[in-house]
């Protein structure tokens, strides 16, 4: 009896220990992080730091003085140097550190042995990123951040810069208009697609912005955040209508930058200006984001009259793509697929667009319209998009780099109650006015009625 207790006292709190850090890794990762892994992971790579390094190939030679000062302090034998390592700095997804190279490493290196690292110290993910010459950053990432995103709770973000996705390294995607003016995203049905677009336009409500939206599923996706909108087309005669006046409203503001630029011997330097950004604040245009969703309903045509009108809206739109940058003009343009077999001008329109996001896509050509120009490696990563994780997508520039990214749940009644809130900063654009959509009237909220109603007295 007296063994069955101490059995219970010692082992019956051991098993709920063990029982609550199992359900903690499951449900609740982070916590378990911040408690279990952290301590485990940072005694792991400080105790096997050089063995670890030294089985990458991740070592040099020592030099020749330390040589000379081990073999005259001590007897022990000459192992080859790892890379200085800088302090552990945790963090609740992980952990980073700093690794100053040995004389002829490169970050690529140790970049091909992250792999190796991430097994040697029991994290998710290992990441590599150059800090400056001879300096890189090790990106330990504890746990599965894209399965259940949470998004960091500092973001640095200004005008223009919205953060909508958690990358694979636990970093925040922030989709930044001034530096990726242009941009296309591709995905299924139930890949994601909307959510994104959804989290761009919540983002972008309350800054100074017109948003401007085309869609051509008879407006289901964007009229819901009618009352942010300064112009919405749910069709492609609407569409035909509404961008030769964007196109006219981009003109316009050259012809502002051209009367500014009308250079003077006096002129400060600082005055002189190429783009609507180096305008005075008072004279500088308000900037425009124009979301266009199915693309492929642009380009589609049943008679010779919608191909004349089909030729003149992918020129505007290409237009708008090479020269709206300096302008203050910006495309955002989905569809589920995108490639020459549109027609005339596809091809030309997607080089315009710099940025890429991919969402889970029905087919591998899908997936190389949108990468297979810009990271021919990415479009493997992009078709391995499982169908259970909406919101997963590759994202990739034209610099060549790419990551896996995962947008976080946004209901639309939230979405669309943000634009709500934020229908005052609509500018004004008279040339727009003619197609701002008609939004609905709120029903005037009344005094709760009485649950019981009254009853005349009687005897």
Known sequence: MTDLTTLLEVGGPVAALGGGAAYARTKHPGVYWSTVGLPISTARLLSSYGSVMEACGLTVAPSRLRMLAVKATTRREVRPVPPRRGIIRPTSTGLRLRLRLAPGQEPADVAAS????????????????????????????GFDVL????????IDSGLLSVPVALREDATPFVRKYR???????????????????????????????????????RGVELAPFAPRLSALATDPEQAAELLPVLVKEMEDRYDLIKARQDIAPDTPAEEITSDVWGLPESERPVPLVLFVDEVAELFLVATRKDEERRDEMVTQLI???????????????????????LGKGATMLRAQLTGRICHRVNDEASAKMALGDIAPEAVSAACAIAPERPGLAVAGDTSGGWSRIRTPYLSLGDAAETCRESAH????????????????????????????????VTD
């Open 425 to 456: 900063l609509v500018p004004d654009l008279p040339a727009l006015k003619p197609f701002r959509p008609e939004v609905p009237v709120r029903p005037v909220e009344t005094k709760d009625s009485p649950v019981v109603w009254p009853r005349p």
């Open 147 to 154: 399965r259940r995103v949470r998004m960091p709770r500092k």
């Open 114 to 141: 992250a792999e190796r690292l991430r097994h040697a110290w029991g994290v998710h993910a290992v990441y590599v990123s150059t800090v400056k010459p001879g300096v890189v950053e090790l990106r330990l990432v």
């Open 179 to 217: 530096t990726i003016p242009h941009q296309l995203t591709l995905g299924a049905t139930l890949s994601g697609k909307s959510m994104y677009l959804r989290h761009l336009i919540a983002g972008l409500a309350p800054q100074p912005v017109a948003l401007v939206g085309i869609d051509c599923k």
């Open 319 to 341: 237009r708008l793509a090479q020269l709206g940058r300096a302008a203050g003009i910006y495309l955002e343009v989905c569809g589920q697929r995108f490639g020459a077999e």
